[in-house]
């Protein structure tokens, strides 16, 4: 049975919100339209539905480019026009401030992307017959050609690597490709257990010739372990005059086109300080770079390999100031107090961070402003609640476009000590 409701606003999530008799979560919507659902999970409080038809639809709807849209679980918003959708995520980002945070502020800098092929890395999944990526909330593989959120030269390797692994039967279950400025690839192939292993073929000019010719190296993993690497385990990403080396298995920043932008938002905010620790560092993505701004730097990242990356960024750009240490935030924050810095750069997973890390953290006397970078506003907004709580006042709260096409919302916050 279908009822028409009309869509209130856009949510944290990316679905469409209606109130009628109860609550309905509709995706694939814009506020204002009169759509057509189904419902087909019903909660206490709420219900989740999908859109039959859009009655009345929005002037700011367009039709999606990808022919995969709704089906892959990719992304949520390609049906609405790119400009549209920096206001709607705008708007959810003040929404959760206000409701989970209290913080009621203004969005002012407001930084779009490029809203197609800006991604250098891919996760693709295979299950022997289909590759590409996961349907929505299932582990069913919706099997694809192209991808709209890649680089062009990542696309480009979808067929190559789909034949690839039919012809010599490789059974694996997910392929992580990284790209650099230069086009230049890391591929991993993830195994579920190591009897597959054995079909591996040790050459690799086999891959380059069959696959892509810029592949640099290629690893095989199974339950996280590395069994083979042919080639080199690392490439080099340069943005702006920072060179970075990143492994297989280190984490860098997916948006090419707003590295240089997040890069110089938490450089703007470290001006005039003298000490600076960085938490989740990584590769030394931003640490890099504040260390050209201030006196002395510490990163602390607890992935092995990123922290072997970051220290030999130090080198590659000829740093004195900066010194990276493995450890967890715990372990972390010892570090931090020791070393007494004027400055903290937060960059923690969407997860966050949690009420004893802010503390902590905030007890550090030698601390006068926090640097928050976030990929996620619900748990922003419960530690600048904290970080109040703690003594320190929101200041400014910048948003970045990391993910379109996507719910995703990256901002950076600014808090200053009372």
Do not use: W
């Amino acid at each position: 049975m279908s009822k028409v409701v009309k869509i209130q606003k856009v949510v944290y999530g990316g679905h469409g919100l209606a109130k009628e008799d109860k609550v309905y979560f509709v995706p694939y919507t814009l506020p204002e339209e009169e759509v057509e659902i189904q419902v087909i999970e019903e909660k206490k409080d709420y219900s989740v539905a999908k859109p039959v038809k859009i009655v009345k639809p929005s002037v700011f709807r367009q039709e999606a480019p990808c022919k995969y849209y709704t089906v892959c679980g990719g992304c949520d918003f390609q049906h609405i026009l790119y400009e549209k959708q920096i206001e709607i995520k705008k708007e959810i980002l003040k929404d959760q401030l206000l409701r989970i945070g209290k913080i009621d502020t203004e969005i002012k800098d407001v930084y779009p992307s490029n809203p197609f092929n800006y991604r250098n890395k891919a996760q693709f999944k295979f299950d022997g017959k289909n590759f590409g990526f996961y349907k929505h909330n299932s582990h069913e593989i919706v099997d694809v050609d192209y991808c709209y959120l890649l680089k062009e030269d990542l696309n480009q390797t979808i067929q190559p690597l789909k034949k690839f692994l039919l012809k010599y039967a490789l059974n694996v279950s997910q392929i992580v490709v990284f790209s650099n400025y230069k086009d230049e690839k890391l591929i991993k192939f993830e195994f579920t257990d190591d009897s597959q292993i054995v079909n591996v073929i040790p050459d690799l000019n086999i891959y380059k010739d069959e696959i892509d010719k810029k592949i640099k190296g290629v690893g095989f993993y199974s339950k996280n372990k590395r069994h083979l690497l042919l080639g080199e385990d690392v490439v080099f990403e340069v943005v702006d005059r920072y060179k970075y080396r990143v492994s297989m298995d280190s984490f860098f920043q997916v948006n090419i086109y707003q590295v240089k932008n997040l890069i110089d938002i938490v450089v703007s905010y470290v001006e005039g300080y003298k000490k600076v620790v960085d938490f989740y560092c990584g590769v030394g993505t931003l640490t890099i770079p504040i260390a050209f701004h201030v006196k002395d730097v510490l990163g602390i990242e607890a992935n092995e390999e990123a922290v072997k990356d970051a220290k030999a960024n130090v080198k590659h750009n000829n740093l004195k100031n900066l010194k990276f240490l493995k450890g967890k935030t715990d372990k972390g924050l010892k570090y931090a107090k020791d070393f007494k810095p004027d400055l903290i750069v937060l960059d923690p997973p969407r997860s966050g961070l949690n009420k004893k890390i802010v503390k902590e953290i905030s007890s550090i006397e030698s601390v006068k402003r926090v640097v928050y970078v976030s990929c996620n506003p619900s748990t922003l907004a419960r530690d600048l609640k904290d970080f109040q709580e703690s003594g320190f006042k929101v200041n400014k709260i910048s948003m970045i476009d990391m993910f379109p096409q996507t719910h995703h919302i990256e901002s950076v916050s600014v808090l200053d000590k009372i």
